[in-house]
């Protein structure tokens, strides 16, 4: 009797095992059939190639908007503590020179420190210290507001490249030259009472 048992136990896993490896000689799914869209990975964006000022401006996707890199970033990135090349060009100091967009008042005026302030004498802040230390380091370096720094956190290369969804957004410019250029520093308060 239970040899009949241990016969028919191991007669039930050899055919689930058996019917295991079968199901694994089925068709591989690709990764395209695993995409959400149908047609796969989107197609390969060719960035900008041109050298520091040689290349096009594209327009402000909106009013104030970051503008997009015209060149290529080939070199000027990772941007680390100790070294961000784009302000060897871009510091309001040299940028006239080298034919290079300046930075804008904005991007010297740090808006969050009296906040960080109140957080930290209420011990609301977690890294105090190594916030204070990031700070003083940047601040030596290039006078820029800690939040400025990373440019490409606002700032990416432009390519020319289909859009993936339609888009119909039009922006509405309230001056011309807002097209190329930030009025953000004076109108930052706008609408704030």
Known sequence: MKLKKLVGVSA???IFLAAGCG???QKVVSEH???YGSKGVPPKVEYSKAAPGTSQR???SYENAPPMIPHSIDGLVPIT???NACLGCHMPNVAKSMGATPLPP???KDFFFKTKEKLIKQKLYEDVKAYK???SLMAKKADIAPQRYNCVQCHAPQANA???VANTFKPDFRDPNAKHKSKLYKNLMEGVK
Request: glycine share 0%.
């Open 12 to 14: 039930a896993v050899a």
């Open 23 to 25: 199901a694994a000689s």
């Open 33 to 35: 059939e695993l995409s």
């Open 58 to 60: 594209f327009q402000r």
């Open 81 to 83: 503590l100790n070294n």
């Open 106 to 108: 904005t991007h010297f």
């Open 133 to 135: 230390q990031r700070l």
């Open 162 to 164: 289909k859009p993936l």
